[in-house]
């Protein structure tokens, strides 16, 4: 069941990601919405059951990107490890930790962009329109964050209660 | 002999200059077995949802939006929304059909032998620009076969499954075109600018390039067949010194309403593509 559930969950997410959001004009500059389900997945899942849906998510998401491969699954599995490390020092239910997770990881996965794009392209062109779409991530990352998180939440909770039920 | 601190320092490190050196790998090589087992699994799920999309979008332009007008008239309620509903139906069959029919005459002009793909998926970030096509290897779709519309070109086919294809539209930064002015004959070279627009790369500081010049494919590149429209310049910036000059281009292509785009096969020019672009 829980693989179902993580299989389906990928695909939904990739889907949303991929198709309905790149088919509404608003949502264009909107951030990488697995973003929140792999920081989700560090802060509160075990490694083992973890780490092989963050390495699926990259999979996936690098195969429909134009970008490197291997881009995508390097920012997921910083994104990963930075929240098991954040977890060593603080309690994962903080809310300040929940509140701020997201945009932080927003940011991390674009400055590794920056710096991914600044190493293999050193002449490449950074215009002001990649500024402009950072900011948006950042500002909808800071709006909508906590709620995604807590949506994630929510599901796996009742994922978990149904899984315990059915062992006992 | 090493602290633990020291020990994690260093292990940090190598992760992170393995990581860049495997991505440089991987930058050099635009196609993977991997990237298509990736399309060749979601595709299909992109392609049912697009297409659920694009009838509720249908619906809501058909149907939704008559409700209030029923409303407001309730003795002709029903004759009214059939009528409408009928009129609208009637309206967007009229639409594809000129939209069709754009891409036919298109296709008329066209020399080359050519298949339409529909639109399903789009790049997930706007760091990089591709999409995700409905047709594939079974259609006769290759590696680096040129994608155009009727506006001009849009890209170059860069992974191909059994029945869908990416293409990496000539706004991405990863992309090259080998073009011309149409006025002068002024050559360079198109690369994407990641913001919508191009850059025409090379061309000379002394070649007379001013706005609103056409900016059409050359054909020396071996992809793109010549003399396809690409863009018109937008800006061009002459500096003191130096060999050439800046020039921005807008693709008269708007890719941001992208939904049938036309691959042109003309296998008997483009064998070579797929052997250049494994290289």
């Known amino acids: 069941m829980l693989f179902c559930f993580y299989a389906a969950a990928i695909i939904c997410l990739v889907i949303t990601q991929t198709v309905i959001m790149a088919s509404i004009p608003f949502f264009d500059s909107f951030y990488d919405i697995l973003i929140p389900f792999i920081i989700y997945l560090g802060l509160f899942r075990s490694l083992r059951e973890s780490l092989p849906v963050v390495l699926l998510c990259g999979f996936f998401i690098d195969g429909l990107s134009g970008g490197s491969f291997g881009l995508y699954s390097t920012t997921y599995i910083w994104l990963y490890i930075c929240c098991k490390c954040v977890i060593r020092f603080f309690h994962a239910e903080n809310r300040f930790i929940l509140f701020v997770a997201v945009v932080l990881g927003v940011i991390l996965q674009n400055a590794m962009f920056f710096g991914i794009f600044f190493i293999l392209e050193p002449d490449g062109r950074q215009d002001i329109y990649i500024i402009n779409f950072f900011q948006s991530q950042v500002i909808c990352a800071f709006i909508t964050g906590p709620f995604l998180l807590a949506g994630f939440k929510q599901v796996f909770t009742i994922l978990d209660r149904r899984l315990y039920s059915e062992r006992s | ?279």
């Not at chain 2, 050196?21 to 392609?47: C, K, N, W």
């Not at chain 2, 191909?160 to 004959?185: E, M, P, W």
Request: charged residues 25%; contains cysteine; aromatic residues 8%.
């Open chain 2, 1 to 279: 002999m090493f602290s633990k601190k020291t020990v994690v320092i260093i292990g940090l490190i190598i992760m992170i200059v393995a990581n860049i050196v495997a991505l440089s790998i991987t930058s050099r090589y635009p196609s993977h077995e991997y990237g298509r087992l990736s399309i060749f699994i979601m595709a299909p799920f992109q392609d049912a949802i697009s297409n659920s999309l694009k009838f509720l979008e249908s619906i809501w332009d058909n149907y939704f939006n008559l409700i209030s007008v029923a409303k407001e008239n309730k003795m002709l309620k029903k004759e009214l929304s059939n009528a409408i509903e009928r009129n609208n139906f009637c309206y967007e069959a009229e639409l594809s059909n000129i939209r069709l029919r754009h891409l036919l005459n298109f296709k008329k002009t066209l020399t080359d032998e050519v298949i339409a793909a529909e639109v399903i998926g789009k790049d997930p970030s706007a760091w990089f620009q591709t999409i995700i096509i409905d047709k594939g290897n079974a259609d006769g779709i290759l590696r680096g076969l040129p994608v155009v519309v009727p506006d001009g070109i849009a890209g170059q086919v860069t992974d191909v499954a059994a029945h869908y294809s990416k293409v990496l539209l000539i706004t991405d930064g990863n992309s090259s075109v080998d073009t011309l002015v149409q006025r002068t004959r002024a050559r360079g070279l198109l690369q994407g600018a990641r913001s919508g627009l191009c850059i025409l790369k090379y061309a000379l500081r002394k070649e007379d390039v001013i706005s609103r010049d056409t900016v059409v494919t050359s054909g020396l590149d071996g992809v793109f067949p010549k003399g396809l429209r690409i863009g018109y310049v937008s800006k061009v910036i002459k500096r003191n010194s130096g060999l050439f000059q800046e020039v921005d281009v807008t693709p008269y292509v708007d890719f941001e309403k992208l939904e049938e785009v036309m691959v042109i096969l003309n296998k008997t020019n483009l064998t070579g593509i797929e052997t250049d672009v494994k290289d």
